[in-house]
């Protein structure tokens, strides 16, 4: 655990102000998935947005730097392949509002000097590692740089699976939870989505099928205590809405592993250009329990991320 106070406790004297106004409950919202630049949308537009959706907190997840490598698809994934800038405007941003945004670092793996790179951003107030979103597999060399770092620093890691693109084999990701007990992992995107399902075909990354439960996802979740599930983007949101009666299951026997996150580059924060407010109403739809809620809308954040 980080070694500033102790985050169990101080959580319900944490000024946080539940000024969340746009959700007709009130309820706090972390948002753990976003990105300064995302496809070139302006800090406003991501302020705005975030009000909108009714967040009081954003988690903000930079880029590495843009260099042509293989790990970054000759330049092609540069900015994860959306723009987004780097770590220092996400520490800029969360600096000049640090009551609005938290920050992570982030640097590509492979690249000399990255666990220097990522030791400084964590001296200075990053509060986890990611996204880590390169054309690298989950358990290389490169990558277990990374979370040895995450290790010393006993700091999350954020990571895009992306079936032959990004963090690849996600098959032998066990040996990873296995090897860095004290890291915790925060799986996202379409390859880590559709492994909730048993009979999950590796190639469709939007499946539309009913889900049958126990594919690795829901494995890794049930064994490893030091699993976690990112629900944002359009892969998280497609994960509840495919199988509704599965997603009301899943979410309760996940409860205390589940974060909210949006990961949308949209400027307006609401209808079907905003599959982050979409994730939020899902959320609220199928989680009836208000104590459930809470847990997947801000407390796990608040446990395994400490976004202040
Ligand atoms: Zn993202
Ligand atoms: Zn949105």
Redesign the pocket.
Known sequence: MAGIGTAGTAVGTIPFLPKTANTASGEEIIDI?Q?VNFHARSNEELLAHQKKMGVSKTVL?PSGSALAMGSTHKGKSNG?A?RVFGTFAAARLAKAHPDAFSFFCNEIPDVEGADKELEKWLEDGALGIG?QKFNLDCDSAPMIRIYEVASAYEVPVLL?FQHGMYNKGFERFHKILERFPKVNFIG?AQTWWGNIDANHEQKNLYPKTKVTPGGLTDKYLADYPNMFGDL??GSGKNALNRDEEHAVAFLDRHQDKLMLGT?CADAVGEGDKCSGSGQIANVMKFVTDPKVRAKILSGNAKRIIKPG
């Open positions: 998935h990105h997840l994860l959306a996204e895009h996202h944002s983007a990961d």
